[in-house]
């Protein structure tokens, strides 16, 4: 019999389970095998049930018959520490180390030859570990009118990506069914709010696991409007909870959320200074519940030696170690340098003085955009429109407050600064799964020949590419005009995913999605 046992272990699960019951069974079944199909009351121990070579433990003689060479009904402890402890119902629970595939595991749990899928996503090892990838590109259906504004991409609960716009008229969706974000049908799209709204949509996952989008809008009575849209479900599809921020704001207002350490949103946006002398400032709207039902605003009132005025232009905000809000943002009038600002409170209501990160040019920081690196510190992406005919730039702070305004600890270094070519328009950054930077951004030449490029770090403070220092980045789509307003996050299988303009025919929106984690098509390690 034991030799028939071992002929029908097929299963890798099954090898992972023998070292709990093999000995157990081999007690049980020797005193209580009664033959093929016998059913054995086994007292203390539950019920055995054996058809063939199928064994299945915890039966009851109503139960059908196992359908695998082990089956156990109930719980399962594995462990000498673990016997004594009494597993969830239905459930496994291990003391040591899991192989799948594998005799010699090597962690708590190891994989051989095969990969894990969750919820219907492949999730991918180390990229030497798998066959090579290329892009994919998804092209959606409906047109990108010029008049509209940049586009946000997040990765939902369920592990794909979501996709908010503004198509001109109405914010839009695009609820992607798979890692790659096929176009429709397997996608869907759907319109979020209408009349005119959907402006500088910047999108988030809610603490609840639902999306969030804070966008502005222009109403018929009302210009220039901050609004926050709270999904009542994880892909939106019922019609959001839309509130009003703030009204009367400028023209561009620059949009930019994250969550706080409370889990509920907090907005930076171009606002109006409520103090003495007025003027266009950073201000920070602090939500005090999921849908922003209640707000606090403050104002980062800056000192006119600083900026003039419109301080707060292209900002974007992250939420710090410490758990602070730490926003960047542009003076637009005056000088044109760009700041970093660390928050003090939840609410932005303290902050450190502004630390100039960038002002060594007449007109730098436009285009910026904040992540917090794998060291846990900020790291920042911007545009410099003095060198040449404009370059990117990445700025690294040294401590989680970026020093102070006197003496500010940060690194900068241009990345790409083509003669005669914009680099680094629209640039989107996030940190890759191996905790290092990623940007996205447009190249122009301004002969209407605009295309994307992606630069994969290979530090955290991006002094050196991943791809060598004579390749600072790849062009993933050079059909002009293409490139405008990506969006980079990195999906569930740890690969960047970019949503932009695309150029087919007409502008409209394109999503690629990476078949490397520096975007270089078939690239692995070898």
Same mark, same amino acid.
């Given at each position: ?47 055995? %049930? ?14 059908? =018959? ?46 051989? =030859?095969? /990969? ?8 991918? !090892?180390?990229?030497?570990?798998? $066959? ?72 988030? @996952? ?6 969030? @989008? ?10 220039? $409007? ?8 994880? %892909? ?11 009204? &009367? ?13 409370? !889990? ?63 926003? $960047? ?6 000088? *044109? ?35 917090? /690196?794998? &060291? ?16 990117? %730039? ?8 970026? /020093? ?38 447009? $190249? ?22 991943? =791809? !060598? ?35 087919? !025919?007409?502008?409209?929106? *394109? ?16």
């Amino acid at each position: 019999m034991v030799r028939s046992f071992h002929e029908h272990l097929k299963s890798p699960l099954v090898s992972i389970l023998v070292g709990l019951v093999f000995g157990v069974s081999l007690l049980i079944l020797g005193i209580a095998y009664g033959g093929p199909g016998a059913f054995t009351p086994v007292t203390g121990w539950g019920s055995i %049930k054996q058809v063939g070579g199928s064994v299945g433990m915890g039966f009851s003689p109503t139960d059908p =018959n196992p359908g695998s060479t082990l089956a156990i009904k109930g719980s399962a402890s594995l462990g000498s520490q673990f016997v004594g402890i009494t597993a969830p119902f239905n459930s496994l629970i291990v003391e040591g180390d899991m192989g799948v595939g594998t005799a010699n595991p090597g962690a708590r749990l190891g994989i051989q =030859n095969g /990969g894990i899928i969750m919820g219907g996503t492949p999730q991918r !090892g180390f990229p030497n570990e798998r $066959v090579p990838q290329g892009n994919t590109v998804s092209d959606m259906p409906e047109t990108y009118p010029a008049a509209s504004t940049p586009i946000s991409i997040t990765i939902g609960r369920d592990g794909l990506p979501l996709v908010a716009y503004m198509d001109g008229t109405n914010l839009k969706l695009i609820q992607c069914a798979d890692i790659t974000c096929s176009p429709p049908p397997t996608s869907s799209i759907i319109t979020i709010a209408d009349a005119a709204m959907g402006r500088f949509a910047t999108m988030m @996952i809610g603490s609840d696991g639902n999306p969030a @989008i804070a966008f502005q809008a222009d109403n018929i009575d009302e210009d220039n $409007v901050l609004y926050f849209a709270h999904c009542n479900d994880s %892909k939106c599809s019922a019609l959001p909870t839309i509130k009003k921020i703030e009204t &009367d704001l400028d023209p561009n207002i620059y949009v930019a959320a994250a969550v706080g350490t409370d !889990g509920f949103p907090v907005i930076a946006y171009l606002g109006l200074n409520s103090s003495a002398g007025g003027g266009k400032t950073l201000s920070v709207a602090k939500c005090d519940d999921l849908a922003c039902n209640s707000v606090n605003i403050e104002d980062v009132v800056v000192l006119n030696s600083l900026c003039a005025d419109s301080f707060g232009a292209h900002n974007s905000i992250a939420i710090g170690v410490d758990g602070y809000p730490t926003v $960047v943002s542009y003076c637009r009038n005056n000088p *044109r340098h760009f700041y970093f600002v660390h928050c003090m409170s939840n609410s932005c209501s303290t902050f450190d003085p502004p630390i100039k990160v960038d002002g060594t040019s007449v007109d730098v920081g436009k285009y910026a955009s904040l992540a917090i /690196g794998g &060291d846990g510190l900020p790291v920042m992406a911007y545009y410099d429109n003095a060198i040449n005919s404009g370059a990117l %730039k990445v700025a690294k702070c040294q401590t989680i407050t970026c /020093g102070t305004d006197t003496n500010p600890l940060l690194s900068r270094v241009v990345i790409a600064d083509t003669i005669g070519f914009q680099d680094g328009l629209h640039a989107s950054l996030a940190i890759g799964a191996d905790g290092l930077p990623i940007v996205a951004y447009r $190249v122009f030449d301004g002969a209407n020949t605009g295309y994307l490029r992606v630069m994969k770090c290979g530090t955290s403070s991006c002094d050196a590419p991943l =791809n !060598g220092p004579l390749n600072p980045g790849v062009d993933i789509d050079n059909v002009p005009p293409s490139g405008g307003y990506p969006s980079v996050a990195i999906g569930a299988d740890g690969l960047p995913i970019i949503a932009y303009v695309g150029f087919s !025919g007409v502008d409209r929106i *394109r999503v690629i999605h990476c078949g490397s984690e520096s975007c270089v098509p078939y690239w692995t390690r070898r």
